[in-house]
Protein backbone atom coordinates (compact mmCIF):
# COMPACT_ATOMS: atom_id res chain seq x y z
CA UNK A 1 0.00 0.00 0.00
CA UNK A 2 1.33 3.23 -0.74
CA UNK A 3 2.77 5.81 1.50
CA UNK A 4 1.94 9.37 1.15
CA UNK A 5 3.13 12.42 2.77
CA UNK A 6 0.50 15.45 2.98
CA UNK A 7 0.14 18.69 4.22
CA UNK A 8 -3.45 20.21 5.12
CA UNK A 9 -6.07 22.40 7.96
CA UNK A 10 -7.44 20.94 10.68
CA UNK A 11 -11.13 21.81 11.85
CA UNK A 12 -9.65 25.42 13.80
CA UNK A 13 -8.06 25.88 10.46
CA UNK A 14 -4.52 25.10 11.56
CA UNK A 15 -1.80 24.07 9.06
CA UNK A 16 -0.70 20.27 10.26
CA UNK A 17 1.06 17.65 8.19
CA UNK A 18 2.00 14.00 8.38
CA UNK A 19 1.95 10.59 6.31
CA UNK A 20 -0.36 8.14 5.84
CA UNK A 21 -0.75 4.81 4.03
CA UNK A 22 -4.31 4.93 1.85
CA UNK A 23 -5.32 2.88 -1.28
CA UNK A 24 -5.05 5.89 -3.25
CA UNK A 25 -5.29 9.64 -2.98
CA UNK A 26 -8.91 9.81 -2.80
CA UNK A 27 -8.63 7.40 -0.02
CA UNK A 28 -5.96 9.40 1.56
CA UNK A 29 -8.66 12.29 1.44
CA UNK A 30 -11.51 10.44 2.74
CA UNK A 31 -9.39 9.09 5.30
CA UNK A 32 -7.94 12.11 6.60
CA UNK A 33 -10.86 14.02 6.24
CA UNK A 34 -12.84 11.44 8.94
CA UNK A 35 -10.22 12.96 10.99
CA UNK A 36 -11.43 16.26 10.65
CA UNK A 37 -8.14 16.89 7.90
CA UNK A 38 -8.72 19.14 5.01
CA UNK A 39 -5.84 18.45 2.84
CA UNK A 40 -4.95 20.85 0.33
CA UNK A 41 -1.49 18.86 -0.93
CA UNK A 42 -0.14 15.20 -0.64
CA UNK A 43 2.89 13.05 -2.41
CA UNK A 44 3.12 9.83 -2.64
CA UNK A 45 6.59 9.08 -1.19
CA UNK A 46 6.67 5.13 -0.96
CA UNK A 47 5.03 3.11 -3.68
CA UNK A 48 2.86 -0.19 -3.22
CA UNK A 49 5.48 -1.87 -5.58
CA UNK A 50 9.65 -2.04 -5.05
CA UNK A 51 11.54 0.81 -7.37
CA UNK A 52 7.54 2.54 -8.53
CA UNK A 53 8.28 6.07 -8.37
CA UNK A 54 6.78 8.61 -6.28
CA UNK A 55 3.85 10.67 -8.09
CA UNK A 56 2.31 13.69 -7.28
CA UNK A 57 -1.11 14.37 -7.01
CA UNK A 58 -1.77 16.85 -10.40
CA UNK A 59 -4.49 18.54 -8.89
CA UNK A 60 -3.16 19.95 -5.72
CA UNK A 61 0.43 20.53 -7.14
CA UNK A 62 -0.97 22.43 -10.15
CA UNK A 63 0.22 20.38 -12.61
CA UNK A 64 -2.37 20.18 -15.62
CA UNK A 65 -2.86 16.97 -17.45
CA UNK A 66 -3.15 17.14 -20.89
CA UNK A 67 -6.55 17.16 -22.42
CA UNK A 68 -6.41 13.89 -24.46
CA UNK A 69 -5.33 12.07 -21.63
CA UNK A 70 -8.18 13.08 -19.24
CA UNK A 71 -10.39 10.61 -18.46
CA UNK A 72 -14.24 11.62 -19.25
CA UNK A 73 -16.67 11.00 -16.91
CA UNK A 74 -20.39 10.58 -18.04
CA UNK A 75 -21.63 10.00 -14.51
CA UNK A 76 -20.00 13.53 -13.44
CA UNK A 77 -21.30 15.14 -16.17
CA UNK A 78 -24.90 14.00 -15.44
CA UNK A 79 -24.70 14.43 -11.62
CA UNK A 80 -26.87 17.30 -10.12
CA UNK A 81 -25.52 19.54 -7.83
CA UNK A 82 -28.07 20.01 -4.62
CA UNK A 83 -28.39 23.47 -2.27
CA UNK A 84 -26.84 21.23 0.34
CA UNK A 85 -23.65 20.51 -1.28
CA UNK A 86 -23.26 24.46 -2.47
CA UNK A 87 -24.13 25.28 0.67
CA UNK A 88 -21.09 22.74 2.60
CA UNK A 89 -18.97 23.76 -0.18
CA UNK A 90 -19.54 27.62 0.75
CA UNK A 91 -18.55 27.05 4.17
CA UNK A 92 -15.50 25.09 3.44
CA UNK A 93 -14.30 27.81 1.29
CA UNK A 94 -15.09 30.49 4.15
CA UNK A 95 -13.01 28.16 6.57
CA UNK A 96 -10.15 27.65 4.36
CA UNK A 97 -9.65 31.20 3.35
CA UNK A 98 -9.99 32.41 6.84
CA UNK A 99 -7.20 30.34 7.63
CA UNK A 100 -4.89 32.08 5.63
CA UNK A 101 -4.77 30.02 2.53
CA UNK A 102 -4.57 31.11 -1.18
CA UNK A 103 -8.13 31.31 -3.10
CA UNK A 104 -7.05 28.78 -5.83
CA UNK A 105 -5.15 26.81 -3.24
CA UNK A 106 -8.28 26.09 -1.35
CA UNK A 107 -10.43 25.60 -4.70
CA UNK A 108 -7.97 22.76 -5.48
CA UNK A 109 -8.16 21.31 -1.98
CA UNK A 110 -11.74 21.59 -2.26
CA UNK A 111 -12.06 20.04 -5.80
CA UNK A 112 -10.10 17.43 -4.25
CA UNK A 113 -12.17 16.06 -1.69
CA UNK A 114 -16.00 17.41 -3.78
CA UNK A 115 -17.79 13.93 -3.05
CA UNK A 116 -20.24 15.19 -5.79
CA UNK A 117 -18.32 14.83 -9.17
CA UNK A 118 -19.69 17.35 -11.41
CA UNK A 119 -18.99 20.17 -8.46
CA UNK A 120 -15.30 19.16 -8.55
CA UNK A 121 -15.36 19.32 -12.28
CA UNK A 122 -16.55 22.68 -11.92
CA UNK A 123 -14.26 23.60 -9.24
CA UNK A 124 -11.02 22.40 -11.18
CA UNK A 125 -12.22 24.93 -13.92
CA UNK A 126 -13.05 27.88 -11.78
CA UNK A 127 -9.32 26.77 -10.00
CA UNK A 128 -7.40 27.15 -13.09
CA UNK A 129 -9.53 30.58 -14.30
CA UNK A 130 -8.24 31.89 -11.28
CA UNK A 131 -4.73 31.08 -11.99
CA UNK A 132 -4.83 33.10 -14.69
CA UNK A 133 -6.12 35.76 -12.94
CA UNK A 134 -10.21 35.92 -13.46
CA UNK A 135 -11.86 37.18 -10.84
CA UNK A 136 -13.80 34.64 -8.66
CA UNK A 137 -17.23 35.72 -9.05
CA UNK A 138 -16.75 36.10 -12.93
CA UNK A 139 -15.29 32.63 -13.17
CA UNK A 140 -18.48 31.08 -11.16
CA UNK A 141 -20.97 33.66 -13.28
CA UNK A 142 -21.05 31.19 -16.18
CA UNK A 143 -22.07 28.16 -13.78
CA UNK A 144 -25.50 29.81 -13.24
CA UNK A 145 -27.22 26.32 -12.67
CA UNK A 146 -25.16 25.68 -10.22
CA UNK A 147 -24.42 29.33 -8.16
CA UNK A 148 -26.99 31.76 -8.88
CA UNK A 149 -27.14 35.42 -9.67
CA UNK A 150 -27.45 36.29 -5.89
CA UNK A 151 -24.38 34.12 -5.30
CA UNK A 152 -22.09 35.33 -7.48
CA UNK A 153 -23.41 39.43 -6.80
CA UNK A 154 -22.27 38.37 -3.16
CA UNK A 155 -18.88 36.86 -4.06
CA UNK A 156 -17.90 39.53 -6.37
CA UNK A 157 -18.91 42.25 -3.37
CA UNK A 158 -16.55 40.28 -1.17
CA UNK A 159 -13.98 40.86 -3.36
CA UNK A 160 -14.46 44.46 -3.95
CA UNK A 161 -14.42 44.84 0.13
CA UNK A 162 -11.33 42.42 0.79
CA UNK A 163 -14.02 40.08 3.26
CA UNK A 164 -14.35 37.47 1.08
CA UNK A 165 -13.61 34.99 3.84
CA UNK A 166 -16.55 36.80 6.10
CA UNK A 167 -18.95 37.41 2.90
CA UNK A 168 -18.81 33.30 1.90
CA UNK A 169 -19.51 32.71 5.77
CA UNK A 170 -22.65 34.75 6.07
CA UNK A 171 -23.79 33.29 2.37
CA UNK A 172 -23.52 29.78 3.75
CA UNK A 173 -25.67 30.46 6.53
CA UNK A 174 -28.22 32.07 4.30
CA UNK A 175 -27.99 28.86 2.00
CA UNK A 176 -28.71 26.92 4.92
CA UNK A 177 -30.92 28.88 6.14
CA UNK A 178 -33.03 28.52 2.56
CA UNK A 179 -32.40 24.97 2.72
CA UNK A 180 -33.89 24.23 5.65
CA UNK A 181 -36.87 26.29 4.53
CA UNK A 182 -37.35 24.17 1.52
CA UNK A 183 -36.79 21.02 2.84
CA UNK A 184 -39.75 21.39 5.38
CA UNK A 185 -42.11 22.69 2.96
CA UNK A 186 -41.10 19.98 0.51
CA UNK A 187 -41.17 17.21 2.96
CA UNK A 188 -44.67 18.00 5.13
CA UNK A 189 -46.73 18.02 1.55
CA UNK A 190 -45.02 14.64 0.37
CA UNK A 191 -47.48 12.44 2.57
CA UNK A 192 -50.28 14.11 1.43
CA UNK A 193 -49.08 13.77 -2.22
CA UNK A 194 -48.42 9.90 -1.67
CA UNK A 195 -51.86 9.52 -0.44
CA UNK A 196 -53.81 10.98 -3.57
CA UNK A 197 -51.17 9.07 -5.88
CA UNK A 198 -52.19 5.79 -4.03
CA UNK A 199 -55.85 6.82 -3.52
CA UNK A 200 -56.04 7.19 -7.58
CA UNK A 201 -54.28 4.15 -8.09
CA UNK A 202 -56.08 2.01 -5.68
CA UNK A 203 -59.44 3.28 -7.17
CA UNK A 204 -58.57 3.15 -10.78
CA UNK A 205 -58.01 -0.58 -9.80
CA UNK A 206 -61.21 -1.06 -8.34
CA UNK A 207 -62.71 0.89 -11.64
CA UNK A 208 -61.51 -1.59 -13.99
CA UNK A 209 -61.55 -4.76 -12.40
CA UNK A 210 -63.34 -5.25 -9.37
CA UNK A 211 -66.73 -3.22 -10.15
CA UNK A 212 -67.15 -4.47 -13.72
CA UNK A 213 -67.26 -8.35 -11.90
CA UNK A 214 -69.68 -7.44 -9.55
CA UNK A 215 -71.92 -4.95 -11.80
CA UNK A 216 -72.07 -7.55 -14.31
CA UNK A 217 -74.88 -9.60 -12.52
CA UNK A 218 -77.54 -6.70 -13.53
CA UNK A 219 -76.88 -7.24 -16.95
CA UNK A 220 -79.42 -9.73 -17.39
CA UNK A 221 -81.95 -8.18 -15.31
CA UNK A 222 -85.28 -6.13 -16.86
CA UNK A 223 -85.31 -3.75 -14.11
CA UNK A 224 -84.00 -0.38 -14.49
CA UNK A 225 -80.74 0.28 -12.31
CA UNK A 226 -80.45 3.54 -9.50
CA UNK A 227 -78.71 6.14 -11.58
CA UNK A 228 -76.21 6.04 -9.25
CA UNK A 229 -75.70 2.36 -10.38
CA UNK A 230 -75.92 3.21 -13.95
CA UNK A 231 -73.31 6.07 -13.73
CA UNK A 232 -71.01 3.80 -11.77
CA UNK A 233 -71.76 1.17 -14.62
CA UNK A 234 -70.68 3.69 -17.23
CA UNK A 235 -67.41 5.04 -15.63
CA UNK A 236 -66.20 1.89 -14.51
CA UNK A 237 -66.70 0.37 -18.55
CA UNK A 238 -64.92 3.88 -19.90
CA UNK A 239 -62.17 3.59 -17.87
CA UNK A 240 -61.74 0.42 -18.32
CA UNK A 241 -61.96 0.32 -22.21
CA UNK A 242 -59.93 3.78 -22.57
CA UNK A 243 -57.83 3.80 -19.85
CA UNK A 244 -54.95 4.52 -22.32
CA UNK A 245 -56.90 7.48 -23.89
CA UNK A 246 -57.26 9.35 -20.46
CA UNK A 247 -52.92 8.58 -19.91
CA UNK A 248 -52.87 10.58 -22.84
CA UNK A 249 -54.93 13.01 -22.69
CA UNK A 250 -53.54 13.77 -19.05
CA UNK A 251 -50.43 13.56 -19.93
CA UNK A 252 -50.96 16.06 -23.07
CA UNK A 253 -52.61 17.91 -20.49
CA UNK A 254 -49.94 18.20 -18.27
CA UNK A 255 -47.70 19.05 -20.75
CA UNK A 256 -49.87 21.84 -22.43
CA UNK A 257 -50.52 23.38 -18.95
CA UNK A 258 -46.29 23.73 -18.15
CA UNK A 259 -45.92 25.20 -21.12
CA UNK A 260 -48.45 28.03 -20.47
CA UNK A 261 -47.55 28.18 -17.21
CA UNK A 262 -43.93 29.23 -18.62
CA UNK A 263 -45.20 32.41 -20.61
CA UNK A 264 -45.83 35.66 -18.88
CA UNK A 265 -49.37 35.63 -19.49
CA UNK A 266 -49.53 32.53 -17.98
CA UNK A 267 -47.30 32.77 -14.96
CA UNK A 268 -49.39 35.94 -14.42
CA UNK A 269 -52.61 34.34 -13.87
CA UNK A 270 -51.24 31.25 -12.10
CA UNK A 271 -49.34 33.86 -9.29
CA UNK A 272 -52.50 35.43 -8.69
CA UNK A 273 -54.10 32.51 -8.09
CA UNK A 274 -52.06 30.83 -5.56
CA UNK A 275 -52.45 34.22 -3.85
CA UNK A 276 -55.80 33.57 -3.53
CA UNK A 277 -56.14 30.10 -2.82
CA UNK A 278 -58.03 29.24 0.59
CA UNK A 279 -54.61 28.04 2.45
CA UNK A 280 -52.32 27.90 -0.02
CA UNK A 281 -52.35 31.63 -0.27
CA UNK A 282 -51.03 32.63 3.05
CA UNK A 283 -48.39 30.03 3.02
CA UNK A 284 -47.30 31.05 -0.47
CA UNK A 285 -47.20 34.66 0.81
CA UNK A 286 -45.26 34.09 3.99
CA UNK A 287 -42.42 32.05 1.72
CA UNK A 288 -42.10 34.89 -0.16
CA UNK A 289 -41.73 37.48 2.58
CA UNK A 290 -39.63 34.88 4.40
CA UNK A 291 -36.99 34.80 1.65
CA UNK A 292 -37.00 38.81 0.71
CA UNK A 293 -36.14 39.34 4.23
CA UNK A 294 -33.31 36.97 4.28
CA UNK A 295 -32.33 37.42 0.74
CA UNK A 296 -32.09 41.44 1.23
CA UNK A 297 -30.56 40.85 4.71
CA UNK A 298 -28.07 38.64 3.41
CA UNK A 299 -26.84 41.29 0.68
CA UNK A 300 -27.60 44.28 2.48
CA UNK A 301 -24.57 43.16 4.83
CA UNK A 302 -22.42 41.77 2.66
CA UNK A 303 -22.42 45.23 0.82
CA UNK A 304 -24.10 44.97 -2.10
CA UNK A 305 -25.80 48.94 -3.11
CA UNK A 306 -29.67 48.38 -1.93
CA UNK A 307 -31.02 48.76 -6.01
CA UNK A 308 -29.01 45.94 -6.75
CA UNK A 309 -30.28 44.08 -4.15
CA UNK A 310 -33.54 44.74 -5.02
CA UNK A 311 -33.13 43.36 -8.45
CA UNK A 312 -31.98 40.13 -7.53
CA UNK A 313 -34.39 39.97 -4.50
CA UNK A 314 -37.26 40.11 -6.24
CA UNK A 315 -36.02 37.08 -8.79
CA UNK A 316 -36.22 34.70 -5.17
CA UNK A 317 -39.94 35.32 -5.04
CA UNK A 318 -41.07 32.89 -7.36
CA UNK A 319 -44.50 35.27 -7.72
CA UNK A 320 -44.63 37.62 -10.65
CA UNK A 321 -47.35 39.87 -8.70
CA UNK A 322 -44.55 40.48 -5.74
CA UNK A 323 -42.46 40.64 -8.19
CA UNK A 324 -43.71 43.73 -9.43
CA UNK A 325 -44.14 44.91 -6.81
CA UNK A 326 -40.68 44.86 -5.57
CA UNK A 327 -39.98 46.57 -9.15
CA UNK A 328 -42.52 49.50 -7.99
CA UNK A 329 -40.52 49.32 -5.08
CA UNK A 330 -37.11 50.32 -6.58
CA UNK A 331 -38.39 52.75 -8.61
CA UNK A 332 -39.42 54.89 -6.11
CA UNK A 333 -36.47 53.76 -4.02
CA UNK A 334 -34.45 55.37 -6.96
CA UNK A 335 -36.54 58.60 -6.68
CA UNK A 336 -35.73 59.16 -2.86
CA UNK A 337 -38.46 57.15 -1.25
CA UNK A 338 -38.09 54.34 1.34
CA UNK A 339 -38.11 50.40 1.09
CA UNK A 340 -41.32 50.15 3.17
CA UNK A 341 -43.70 52.77 1.87
CA UNK A 342 -44.25 51.24 -1.28
CA UNK A 343 -44.25 48.25 0.21
CA UNK A 344 -46.96 49.28 1.93
CA UNK A 345 -48.89 50.99 -0.59
CA UNK A 346 -48.87 48.18 -2.99
CA UNK A 347 -51.03 45.52 -0.26
CA UNK A 348 -50.03 42.81 -1.28
CA UNK A 349 -46.80 42.47 2.11
CA UNK A 350 -48.17 42.06 6.08
CA UNK A 351 -48.57 45.25 7.69
CA UNK A 352 -46.37 43.91 10.37
CA UNK A 353 -43.78 43.13 8.27
CA UNK A 354 -43.75 46.09 6.23
CA UNK A 355 -43.60 48.37 9.92
CA UNK A 356 -40.87 45.99 11.05
CA UNK A 357 -38.91 47.41 7.80
CA UNK A 358 -39.97 51.17 8.50
CA UNK A 359 -38.52 51.12 12.23
CA UNK A 360 -35.40 49.72 10.70
CA UNK A 361 -34.99 52.27 8.24
CA UNK A 362 -35.49 54.93 10.79
CA UNK A 363 -33.40 53.62 13.47
CA UNK A 364 -30.51 52.65 10.92
CA UNK A 365 -30.65 49.00 12.34
CA UNK A 366 -32.80 47.44 8.94
CA UNK A 367 -30.14 44.20 8.28
CA UNK A 368 -31.00 42.99 11.89
CA UNK A 369 -34.95 43.91 11.48
CA UNK A 370 -34.71 42.44 8.48
CA UNK A 371 -33.39 39.09 9.97
CA UNK A 372 -35.95 39.02 12.82
CA UNK A 373 -38.99 39.61 9.91
CA UNK A 374 -37.30 36.36 8.10
CA UNK A 375 -37.12 34.39 11.58
CA UNK A 376 -40.64 35.12 12.08
CA UNK A 377 -41.97 34.21 9.04
CA UNK A 378 -40.27 31.23 8.54
CA UNK A 379 -41.42 30.52 11.69
CA UNK A 380 -45.15 31.31 10.69
CA UNK A 381 -44.56 29.13 7.62
CA UNK A 382 -43.75 25.89 9.56
CA UNK A 383 -46.81 26.72 11.32
CA UNK A 384 -48.45 27.11 8.90
CA UNK A 385 -47.55 24.19 6.85
CA UNK A 386 -48.40 21.81 10.10
CA UNK A 387 -51.95 23.34 9.90
CA UNK A 388 -52.22 22.79 6.01
CA UNK A 389 -51.05 19.07 6.15
CA UNK A 390 -52.77 18.58 9.30
CA UNK A 391 -56.06 18.97 7.38
CA UNK A 392 -55.05 17.73 3.86
CA UNK A 393 -54.78 14.47 5.40
CA UNK A 394 -58.01 14.16 6.61
CA UNK A 395 -59.72 15.65 3.57
CA UNK A 396 -58.07 13.47 1.41
CA UNK A 397 -59.01 10.36 3.36
CA UNK A 398 -62.79 11.98 3.50
CA UNK A 399 -62.87 11.79 -0.06
CA UNK A 400 -61.59 8.48 -0.63
CA UNK A 401 -64.08 7.64 2.01
CA UNK A 402 -66.67 8.69 0.46
CA UNK A 403 -65.73 7.64 -3.44
CA UNK A 404 -65.66 3.94 -1.51
CA UNK A 405 -69.24 4.41 -0.08
CA UNK A 406 -70.54 5.45 -3.43
CA UNK A 407 -69.33 2.48 -5.26
CA UNK A 408 -70.79 0.27 -2.13
CA UNK A 409 -74.25 1.83 -2.07
CA UNK A 410 -74.26 1.84 -6.03
CA UNK A 411 -74.09 -1.70 -5.98
CA UNK A 412 -76.11 -2.89 -2.71
CA UNK A 413 -79.06 -0.84 -4.07
CA UNK A 414 -80.37 -2.98 -6.69
CA UNK A 415 -79.41 -6.08 -4.49
CA UNK A 416 -81.38 -4.63 -1.86
CA UNK A 417 -84.46 -3.50 -4.22
CA UNK A 418 -84.60 -6.84 -5.77
CA UNK A 419 -85.00 -8.79 -2.46
CA UNK A 420 -87.94 -6.26 -1.45
CA UNK A 421 -89.87 -7.15 -4.95
CA UNK A 422 -89.01 -10.64 -4.11
CA UNK A 423 -90.24 -10.48 -0.88
Known sequence: MPVYAWKGLNNAGKAVTGTKDADGPKGLRQALRKDGVYVTEHKEVLGAGAGRPAAKSTLASGEKVPFFKREIDLGGLL??????DVAVLTRQLATLLKAGIPLAEALGA?????????LAMVLVEVREKVNQGTSLADTLAPHDTIFPELYVNMVRSGESAGNLDAVLARLAEFLDAQNALRSKVVGAMVYPIIMMVLGTIVMGLLMIFVVPKITSVFEDLNKTLPWNTELLIFVSHFIGAYWWALIVVGFVAYVSFKRWARRPSGRAVIDRVKLRLWLIGPLVRFIAVARFARTLATMLAAGVPVLTALEIVKKV?????????VEEARESIREGESIAAPLKRSGKFPSMMVHMIAVGERSGQ?????ENVAGAYERDVEGKVARLTTMLSPLIIVAMALVVVFIVFSVLQPILEMQDFVQ
Open 79 to 84: ERVRPE
Open 110 to 118: LGEQADNKK
Open 317 to 325: LNNTVLEKV
Open 366 to 370: LEPML
